[in-house]
């Protein structure tokens, strides 16, 4: 029997949300809160501030804003904090990356100066084109991750948080799998008390923020928090954790198109798709082993959605390629090309191309702040483990063990939305639509 609504305490005090990387993601989120909280920009791109949630029939009319509906956190009420391996603050960052006009930069630099990154826990052999200096020194991880659970302390009294959150907004890590010192708490305890290469920096933030009762979304395609010793704290300590990978630009576009040519029973023969970008997200995935990582993200996304074992004329035997391309120039504008072959009626052939010039920070920000607003919304719901309700937001969803992931957007809007409503106790969303002609 599922409960009418649930106890949701008021988002009372500040929220600290705490980023791991002061890079293009993080730094495009701050400047435009703050633009945002000076009525200089609108928060384009947010569910959480923008979107709005039907409520009972259509002919009632009710359909208030989600932030109203269920009381999060205000704008005004956020401080920034992060983590990172540059010591450059938030507005020296944010010029570095080049994603927002100088003349935006300027008007907000008094704020993102004081914005300075704390020291990161940072390995090369996980992300191995990237090096800096502002990093933890620590006999084992599991020290450093004491440290950076003294970070989170210091961090919340200094600024008067009343709750934190964290989004790693970092690079992508190397290709990891699933071994022996993941299974258990106890195992992975032990693993970073003896430095195993099997912890990832990503690990030890995520095991310094459960253990701090700190909700954690993982924002890149690492073996970061989907791991059963750390879902396993969580339930324990009543963390909610969601990921992985921001959903942003040509994933973004297979999610909307894929659901389509499956609705309408179309077939598809191959999906070959191309990136070029070149700021740091772009160096770092040229190497390989980082490629993987991200490449694994992005191919699962269609056969989720496709079900080849069930529709086997249709998409039993498809062609699916990605390619990612560090192409300087282009910055953090990247641009994605799809050719899709696919074939309809008696099996004629047709095709579809993309071509999307986004900019990955613009779209990768407004995620930032949803997830920061609804795990704060979790966490304050009493909700712990995996949080699949935000499967919206991710290449990569995370489920509970032997779930397959759903990636149809829509479906997904649908899952967040009357997790919504049924958090406050409202009738959930079916679309049947029969009681309208009974």
Known sequence: MIPKGVQI??????????????????????AGVEAIRRKMAQPIGSLAEMGTIRLGKR????????????SLASLDNLVFGAWDIFEDN????????????????E?????????????????????????????????????????????MKEFRSKNDCSRLVIVWCASTEIFMKLSPVHETLEAFEKAMDENHPDIAPSMIYAYAAIKSRVPFANGAPNLTVDVPALSQLAQEMGVPICGKDFKTGQTFMKTLLAPGLKSRMLGLHGWYSTNILG????????????????????????????????????????????????????????????NIDIFGWLGYPMQ????????????????VLDLALFMDLAQRCSMRGVQEWLSFYFKSPMTAPQLYPEHDLFI???????????????????????????
């Open 90 to 105: 938030c507005y020296e960052a944010a010029l570095h990356c080049g994603v927002l006009e100088k003349s935006m930069l």
């Open 9 to 30: 305490d008021e988002p009372t005090g500040k929220l600290g949300v705490l980023l791991v990387g002061l890079g293009a993601v993080s730094t495009t989120f701050i």
């Open 59 to 70: 002919t009632e009319g009710r359909s208030p804003k989600i932030k109203e509906f269920v």
């Open 107 to 151: 008007t907000l630099r008094p704020q993102l100066e004081k914005i300075r990154p704390m020291s990161a826990v940072f390995d090369q052999h996980y992300v191995k084109r990237l090096n800096g200096t502002n990093i933890k020194q620590g006999k084992t991880k599991r020290d450093l991750a004491n440290q950076l659970i003294e970070d």
């Open 412 to 438: 997904q809007l649908m899952k967040l939305k009357n997790t919504l409503r049924h958090l406050k106790g409202e009738e959930l969303i079916t679309h049947l639509g029969l009681e309208y002609y009974d």
């Open 279 to 338: 700021n740091r997200d772009g160096e770092v995935l040229d190497d390989p082993e980082s490629f993987k990582t991200k490449e694994e993200s992005k191919l699962s996304v269609l056969e989720y959605i496709l079900q080849p074992e069930i529709y086997p004329e249709l998409y039993g035997d498809f062609s699916h390629l990605v390619r990612i391309n560090y192409y300087p120039p282009r910055g953090d504008n990247k641009e994605g090309w799809d």
């Open 352 to 367: 579809i191309k993309i071509n999307f010039l986004c900019r990955d920070s613009i779209l990768a920000a407004p995620i």
